[in-house]
């Protein structure tokens, strides 16, 4: 299991990198660390906003959902990235939902000590409105995307955007079902596998130890 490895749990994670190694330390040994199985809701939406939560190993799903049980994906946060924090900013109550997709181990930071850290340093508001800055973006991309692609278009540049370079191949790396990619995505579950078999059939993608690899070009359209 991948997991966030660093002198202290927060070094690694770019929100913290204005932190002294002896901060660090403080910062650590303040946090509680907690283990939840696979498909354990860690917050839900409404919620009162009481912690930053940092991602030690496995994977986490930020979803919103309605009364239907309907759901799209926001996000996927993994090792060394954190959630929860832009409700503790301004005392609203959580506005998404969040669930383990794996066994998951997470740090967690009260809101006293969090508050204490960008009171003290400043420098940690500066990375937390970059954060915000790049969600934002990222958000936006995710409203043309449904508003002006079809759903092909829409689950290639879902692969094409998580993709990463390994060993000259573009890997997905976070493992994903057909219904992550189709709450992702704004689709059902069968249109989704519809194009991941076709994609498969034609060779464009393949999967290896549970991960998607892409292995050339994928069309234009479907």
Not at 69 to 82: F, L, S
Not at 105 to 121: C, T
Not at 151 to 157: D, I, L, N
């Amino acid at each position: 299991m991948q997991e966030c490895l660093a002198t202290t749990v927060f070094e690694k994670v770019s929100l913290f990198s204005g932190l002294s190694g002896s901060e660090l330390t403080i910062l650590a040994q303040h946090a509680t660390i907690r283990t939840y199985p696979k498909n354990t809701i860690v917050i839900n939406e409404g919620d009162e906003a009481n912690a930053l939560y940092v991602v030690i190993s496995g994977q986490v799903k930020v979803f919103l959902s309605n009364e239907e049980g309907k759901e799209i994906i926001v996000n996927m946060q993994g090792p060394c990235e954190h959630f929860g924090e832009l409700a503790l900013l301004d005392s609203t109550p959580r506005s998404a939902s969040v669930m383990t997709t794996e066994k998951t181990k997470l740090a967690v930071v009260s809101k006293p000590d969090f508050q204490r850290m960008l009171a003290d340093h400043p420098g940690i508001a500066l990375s937390l409105i970059r954060d915000l800055t790049r969600r934002v973006r990222v958000l936006s991309e995710n409203v043309k995307s449904l508003a002006l692609l079809d759903v092909y278009g829409r689950v290639a540049k879902t692969l094409l955007g998580m993709a990463s370079d390994r060993d000259g191949k573009l890997v997905v790396e976070k493992r994903l079902t057909q219904q992550d990619i189709a709450n992702r995505v704004g689709a059902s579950r069968e249109m989704v596998a519809r194009i991941m078999k076709d994609l498969t059939t034609g060779g464009y993608i393949s999967v290896a130890d549970k991960h998607i690899v892409i292995n050339e070009k994928l069309p234009e359209r479907y």
